[in-house]
């Protein structure tokens, strides 16, 4: 069975520090990608960040970077510079490449709040 | 701009009568569209995979009868809720799946669904 685990409920973090988030997953397969999606207040799902599994690289995106560990099936997010917009829920994803609809598979999420 | 519409965004209904929920896809064509409920502060769990111009595929322990899925172009699904009861009140999601390029899922706004 594909699982995504997040092991942290809750997080906060003060503004213009920097925070990480955790996940890891759990997978037979090889050709799959893993994201990061932001849920604001507004709940419309946002793609924070992607990661090819195949990709050795760390994926980043302004203030957001991943540590890609494959061997270890964990995929953590960093926030840097945390801005008081950051505050939202975060889930971690991956989805299976197939033929059948690439499902996304999710955590159950991380609350994270930032501070003033 | 949105990249998926869902309308409405948010119903109140009475128990005993059914709701359609659209969820279109604007900016591109796709054959497969996907629809997640979700409670609040919970991840989101997916329903069914809506496939254009055949039957949906629904996850284990979601009632097909219940929950009556349509696919009829490649940018439109619905979801009916039929003989609406207050358990069957929560947040819908659908996304959509870019068939070409990057593998990635786009998420419509949701619609909150209250049964009375």
């Known amino acids: 069975a594909q699982t995504v685990t997040q092991s942290q409920p809750e997080m906060s973090v003060q503004e213009a520090e920097t925070v990480t988030l955790s996940c890891t997953y759990d997978?037979?397969?090889?050709?799959?990608?893993l994201f990061w999606y932001k849920q604001p207040p507004s709940r419309q799902m946002i793609l924070v960040i992607r990661q090819e599994a195949y990709k050795q690289q760390n994926a980043t995106e302004n203030r957001f970077s991943v540590n890609f560990q494959k061997a270890a099936k964990s995929f953590s997010l960093k926030i840097s510079d945390s801005q008081l917009g950051d505050t939202a829920m975060y889930f971690c994803a991956f989805m299976i490449i197939r033929g059948d609809g690439n499902k996304l598979v999710f955590g159950a999420g991380t609350i994270l709040r930032v501070k003033s | 701009g949105a990249v998926v519409s869902q309308h409405p965004s948010w119903v109140i209904c009475k128990s005993g009568t059914s709701v359609k929920i659209e969820c279109r896809s604007l900016?591109?064509?796709?054959?497969?569209m996907f629809w997640y409920r979700q409670f609040p502060k919970q991840s989101l769990m997916l329903m069914a995979t809506s496939n254009e111009g055949s039957k949906a595929t629904y996850e284990q322990g979601v009632e097909k009868d219940k929950f009556l899925i349509n696919h009829a172009s490649l940018t439109l699904s619905t979801l009916t809720v039929t003989s609406a009861h207050p358990e069957d009140s929560s947040f819908y999601i659908c996304s959509v799946n870019r068939d070409r390029g990057p593998h990635e899922q786009f998420f419509g706004p949701g619609t909150r669904l209250t049964v009375l």
């Open positions: 997978t037979s397969e090889n050709n799959y990608y």
């Open positions: 900016d591109f064509q796709a054959t497969t």
